[in-house]
Structure formats: C-alpha cells, structure tokens
C-alpha cells in the first residue's frame, strides 16, 4: 500500500514537471543597426528570412518570430529593428541551424542557387546584427493576446546584482505582476513579460533582465501613465524596495511590423 502511494506521488510530480517544461519559453532578442540609406534592403531582407523562419516553424524548431521597430531609431541613437525569437526549448534556442543555404532553397524554389546566396550575402550588408541575447521566460501576465501588427511594446532593459537576482524576481512578480493584471482588465495594458539573461551573464553584463510592457496602440501606453495612481504605505514601501534592487539601464519603445507563427 505504502509503496503504491510512493509510485502515485512520483508519477503526480513526473507529470507536474513535464507539464510545467513544456510551458517553458524561451527567447533570442537581437538588435540590429541599419543605416538609413539601407532601410529598404534590410527589410526586403528580412522578407526573405520569413519564409526560413515559417519554414523552421513547421519543422518544429522555432515557436515564432517577431520583427519590430524601435523608437528612438535615429543612426547616432542605438538600434533601428529588433527580432525575436520564440522557443520551448533552451537546447532549440542554442542549436546549430545546420544546412541554411539549402532551407532557404526549400522555401524560395524559384530562386536559383546562386540567387539564394547572394541573398543570404546580401544580410550581412543590409544590417549589423549588434546584439544577441539569450534569455528564458520566468513570468507573464494572464492575457490572450494576439500581437496584431501596429502592437506597441516598452522593452526595459535591467541590471541586477547576482546576489539580489531572487529578490528582484520576487518584486516582479508578486508585487508588480498583480499591477499589470488589473491594467489589462482595466484596458490599460495588453501583456507583460519577464525575462532573464541565460547568456551573456556576469559582472560585465549590460543588463540581467528585461521586462516586456506590450499594448495595443500608443493610446493605451499612455493612459497608464497619465492615470493618477494611489499606493497605500505598504504598497509604497514594497514599490521602493523592488526598484532599489535593480538599475534601469534603457527603456526601447517599439512598434510590431512582422510576425510569424
């Protein structure tokens, strides 16, 4: 009877941790500086990664990608687009692509051989890909929504002290996480995202996690903040306490061009 119970309670906790890897979510961020006078090319170019990236969907080893443009997008302030990419797999996340000429062959027959490498050539000249980052899901808020193109969304880039890694991530989402709620059923807000670095991480490291405010429109982001907000003395001792643990490091406004899934 005893040992019957120990196989229940085992197979329960197998079935809990399946269940609960499988709603992992894991993400590859890159920003991608473009000059100006090539705008028109990167995004034709990224037209062309579409198809691979729909491709890899179907495969099985990609969730969905994300293409955004990011404001302020000047050339002499940071990054003009940004890509992400969706996972359930940290392994998915870091693995090799293998064959990408012959992919990109698959999903663009008509192109010749040649033609597909010269676009895949033509990548590297239409855009500097600056920054990659690794990172894994730890939190989201309860929402459904679907990211139509024309979605906004503030990606706040944080930097956090190892030590107080546990702590902040406590703030965000036992504090935080229930604020955000009530804005999106109060139509403030449309998701909200926590991530945290997977790599690059270290002492050096620009930043350690990053929060993802997404909302329908700019009309919507900025009802948050012109709504007059009251915190009790409790919820203002735990807003100044979660906020010390971290620095905010740049907050990038962005704009949803593609997306694919």
Known sequence: MIMKKLLMILTMTLLFSNAFAQNKSFAVIEFMKVDASQDAEYLETENF??????????????????????????????????????????????????????????????LSK???????????????L????????????????????????????????????SAY?????EFFKPMHQDEIENDQRSSWKLYRFVSPTGSDTYASHITMN????????????DDDVTLTEDQQKSFDEGISLREMKYVHMATLLKKTE
Do not use: C
């Not at 002499?76 to 064959?99: E, P």
């Not at 040649?114 to 500097?128: A, F, G, H, M, P």
């Not at 730890?138 to 706040?156: C, E, N, Q, R, S």
């Not at 991530?169 to 989402?173: D, M, S």
């Open 49 to 110: 990664w579409e198809k691979i990236h729909k491709q890899r969907i179907k495969d099985g080893n990609l969730k969905s990608w994300e293409l955004w443009t990011l404001k302020p997008g000047g050339e002499d302030q940071g990054y003009q687009y940004l890509t992400i990419s969706i996972y359930d797999d940290r392994v998915k996340m870091f693995a090799d692509w293998g064959d990408i000429a012959g992919l990109a062959q698959k999903v663009h027959p008509k």
């Open 114 to 128: 040649e033609e597909v490498l010269q676009k895949l050539e033509n990548t590297d000249k239409s855009r500097d």
């Open 130 to 165: 600056a920054v990659r980052y690794y990172l894994e899901q730890l939190d989201k808020t309860d929402d459904h929504y679907k990211y139509p193109v024309g979605t906004v969304a503030t990606i706040t880039m944080m930097k956090v002290n190892s030590n107080n890694f």
């Open 169 to 173: 991530e406590k703030a965000e989402i």
């Open 214 to 225: 997404v909302y329908k429109d700019y009309a919507q982001v900025f009802s948050v903040q």
